[in-house]
């Protein structure tokens, strides 16, 4: 339980609240800074995974923890920027993000039931939209232009990429589980 990788994703948690009390500290760094924790807590979601594997550390509590830690700094983070920034694109951009988290995590229980939790592995689409989607949020916190460069704007056009990314992803995990869905209404309509 207290291997190093558990460690980094308990950390990740402990973040969440440290990062929404920068986003709203009334000083003139207060996004610069929640854009590091943010960016802290994407780096430690990677480093906890390869750590795991790496050092033969995976573990039940580990795989659990982990996507709810990666789900609930994003969820946060798009919550505060939809706050933020009230506009139709940001709220449709982030309901649609949650939204495929919520519905990738009800398939692979599903499935995992089944017995064909392999079936919804993650894919090359779905880390490169995590990747995406992690470098929108974090220009969108940080939203301060950088050597000259619009970095909110910047944000704004990856994230419209990590919503494609998203429903492209979503859409691969349910082909790839479709016979389980397909089989199981059959034998519901069967019985």
Same mark, same amino acid.
């Given at each position: 339980m207290w291997s190093i990788p558990n460690l980094l994703t308990f950390s990740r948690i402990i973040m969440i609240p440290v990062f929404v009390a920068l986003f709203y500290l009334p000083a003139p760094w207060n996004h610069q /800074? =929640? =854009?590091l924790v943010f960016t802290i807590a994407a780096f430690t979601d990677w480093l906890d995974g390869y750590l795991a %594997? %790496? /050092?033969g550390l995976v573990s039940p509590l580990g795989a659990? !923890? +982990?996507?709810? =830690? +990666?789900? !609930? /700094?994003? #969820? &946060?983070a798009l919550v505060l920027l939809v706050a933020d920034n009230p506009s139709p694109w940001m709220a449709v951009s #982030? #309901?649609?993000i949650i939204g495929r988290e919520i519905t990738i995590? #009800? !398939?692979r229980e599903w499935m995992a039931e089944l017995g064909s939790r392999c079936t919804v592995a993650v894919s090359w689409v779905g880390k490169f939209k995590t990747a995406t989607q992690m470098g929108a949020i974090t220009l969108l916190i940080y939203r301060h232009e950088l050597f000259g460069l619009p970095?909110?704007?910047i944000g704004e056009l990856l994230l419209y990429v990590a919503v494609v990314? &998203? !429903?492209w992803s979503m859409m691969v995990y349910l082909r790839a589980a479709w016979p389980s869905l397909a089989e199981d209404r059959k034998n519901d309509a069967d019985a």
């Open positions: /800074m =929640a =854009a %594997r %790496r /050092m659990f !923890l +982990d996507p709810v =830690a +990666d789900k !609930l /700094m994003v #969820a &946060t #982030a #309901a649609v995590s #009800a !398939l970095i909110y704007r990314l &998203t !429903l």
